[in-house]
């Protein structure tokens, strides 16, 4: 026994790590959301999972989590190192350059939810504290998977990107304050709540001030004498001890070490060591939001979907079409089209992982029923749960909404393009496409250009690029651009079954026409040739080509000799066409 207490928590720890050392390449090979992945294994291994049967089967003993303060202490750990890299992220600088999205819309949509939920909630019967409480953590969403969602869509950047980012900083901010009134609440109510709601937000603002200045004054100079020794140990070691020590000093003030670390990140983010702490702590990033994701799994007894299914999908339900709403029509208030404004919608329609930090909080200051907590616990995970699904659907309409208004642009365009004549067509307006577009217009070569992605087109056109939406494939769109006059037709794209049925679909009704066609090898690039296209280049080849050059001329072979050896590979590869029964036009013999 002894042995057992000299490592507390040794099983629970490395559980977690077998787990997290298996899950997160698993994920990444599967693609799937690696938060939604850590909530599920959570949920499995948890105490109201196959814990449940541990007693039953003892072997399970060795690979579920039981409840207690194992799991207590890394559900405390995950919290304070998620707060740190939330603070990180929110820079004085960031905020301000995007203040209009952030304390605008972002306060709009964490009032307007918050009223609406948690009047809601008051309708059903319940006490105001109750209502508050739930109304406030609901109108929250999850920045985790928000975030993940949309990098992995590669749509940070976008105007909705961005408009989401920003509410989802306020939010983040928002738990200050919330994790406030929680506290006072915790201690009282009645005719002194007002008075004492604002001694309490009095205090605790001059805390964090305090907190802020203090630790500004600190922390700084501590990086600055230490980091000049280059030594990444003791680096991680400041981080660390900025993060426990500032969350200590939190708790001492009586606020809580969550508010405490959020702290610590956003002095680190004020910094000229900012950069170099999120490259620390980034080799463990995924680690640590596991940590926190998996605890929160944990805590969901799956048991109530059984026992109360119908409430459970009316929460889930209400929450999301509430958020959505609001999100939504802030969305299109800040002149985002429809479409773009109800993806916003879905996107952050969810709860958020917040939501479990203050309901624990609630529920053990007695403010909030313990079952009533579960239930709540469980409606947000599932509303987090069904994500993806909801993010699918927006893109879906903001992607067919700009389609339409794209193609609605393109009627108007008709005059336009029925008067291009003697232009080359460049179809696929891509990185390519745009490279050959900026060669033309520099020896003013007239062209016409066509795209599928409805975003980039809007964008470029808007810069008086002649990029249209459209698929030149389809011979009636060729035909409106009087495509038998082009001095030649360039395809770019990358998809080989697109390009492959762009050239057939050319050949058929503009035989005469010189066809340029990007491949992707040599074998699509003798399906072209088969299919009609007059030159085709393959990518694979020409980038090979183009580095070996580099590579002879580096060796000492003069310039003329080098291109020697590349023209005669390009021959080469011209004769392996003919031998396939194909003639490369314009090759030489």
């Given at each position: 026994m002894q042995e057992q207490h000299a490592f507390p928590f040794f099983r629970e720890i490395i559980l977690f790590l077998i787990l997290a050392g298996i899950l997160i390449p698993l994920l990444q090979r599967l693609r799937i959301n690696q938060v939604l992945g850590f909530l599920a294994v959570g949920?499995?291994?948890?105490?109201?999972?196959?814990?449940?049967?541990?007693?039953?089967?003892?072997?399970?003993a060795w690979l579920t989590f039981p409840t207690g303060p194992g799991i207590s202490m890394l559900a405390e750990i995950g919290v304070l190192f998620l707060?740190?890299?939330?603070?990180?992220?929110?820079?004085?600088?960031?905020?301000?350059?995007?203040?209009?999205?952030?304390?605008?819309?972002?306060?709009?949509?964490?009032?307007?939810?918050?009223?609406?939920?948690?009047?809601?909630?008051?309708?059903?019967?319940?006490?105001?504290?109750?209502?508050?409480?739930?109304?406030?953590v609901l109108s929250l969403s999850s920045t985790a998977v928000v975030m993940q969602l949309m990098s992995e869509q590669n749509s940070t950047g976008s105007r909705l990107g961005q408009a989401a980012f920003a509410v989802l900083m306020l939010q983040d901010l928002a738990v200050v304050p919330i994790l406030v009134v929680l506290g006072v609440l915790a201690r009282g109510s009645g005719d002194g709540a007002a008075t004492l709601a604002l001694v309490t937000l009095a205090k605790a603002g001059g805390a964090i001030a305090l907190i802020y200045l203090v630790g500004r004054r600190l922390i700084h100079p501590l990086f600055k004498a230490f980091a000049r020794h280059r030594q990444p140990d003791v680096f991680m070691a400041l981080i660390l001890l900025s993060t426990f020590g500032?969350?200590?000093?939190?708790?001492?003030?009586?606020?809580?070490?969550?508010?405490g670390a959020l702290v610590a990140g956003l002095l680190l983010a004020e910094t000229e060591f900012r950069h170099e702490v999120e490259l620390m702590v980034e080799p463990f990033k995924g680690l640590l939001m596991g940590l926190f994701f998996m605890t929160v799994g944990m805590s969901m007894d799956t048991r109530q979907i059984l026992e109360a299914p119908l409430w459970l999908a009316a929460v889930v339900c209400g929450l999301v079409l509430t958020k959505a709403l609001v999100v939504t029509l802030l969305f299109r208030a800040g002149r985002l089209p429809w479409g773009r404004a109800a993806e916003g919608g879905l996107l952050l329609a969810q709860g958020g992982e917040f939501a479990f930090i203050v309901l624990g909080y609630a529920v053990s200051a007695k403010l909030l029923d313990a079952?009533?907590?579960?239930?709540?616990?469980?409606?947000?995970?599932?509303?987090?749960f069904i994500t993806p699904l909801l993010a699918r659907i927006g893109r879906a309409i903001g992607d067919g909404d700009e389609r339409a208004l794209s193609e609605h642009k393109a009627e108007h365009d008709a005059g336009t393009l029925a008067g291009a004549r003697g232009q080359i067509i460049i179809a696929g307006f891509g990185r390519v496409g745009q490279q050959l577009a900026k060669l033309l217009s520099a020896q003013n070569i007239p062209f016409i250009a066509f795209e599928n992605n409805a975003t980039l087109v809007s964008k470029l056109h808007a810069q008086g690029i002649p990029v249209y939406f459209g698929n030149a494939a389809r011979p009636e769109l060729l035909r409106l651009v009087n495509a038998e006059e082009a001095p030649a037709i360039v395809l770019t794209m990358d998809n080989p079954a697109a390009s492959l049925q762009a050239v057939r679909g050319i050949r058929r009704d503009f035989a005469e026409v010189p066809l340029f066609v990007r491949s992707r090898d040599e074998r699509h690039a003798r399906s072209l040739k088969r299919a009609g296209a007059t030159v085709v280049v393959p990518e694979t080849l020409e980038a090979s080509l183009q580095l070996s050059a580099f590579v002879l001329e580096s060796m000492g072979l003069d310039e003329r000799t080098v291109d020697s050896i590349v023209d005669r590979e390009r021959d080469l590869f011209a004769e392996q066409l003919n031998d396939a029964g194909l003639r490369e036009p314009g090759s030489r013999s």
């Open positions: 949920a499995l291994a948890g105490p109201f999972g196959l814990g449940l049967h541990a007693a039953e089967f003892p072997w399970l707060m740190f890299m939330i603070g990180l992220e929110l820079s004085a600088a960031r905020l301000w350059a995007m203040r209009a999205w952030v304390f605008g819309a972002g306060t709009l949509q964490v009032l307007a939810s918050a009223l609406l939920i948690g009047g809601a909630v008051m309708l059903l019967g319940q006490p105001f504290a109750t209502a508050a409480i739930l109304g406030l500032i969350a200590g000093l939190s708790a001492a003030a009586g606020l809580s070490m969550a508010l079952d009533l907590g579960a239930r709540v616990m469980l409606a947000v995970g599932l509303s987090m």
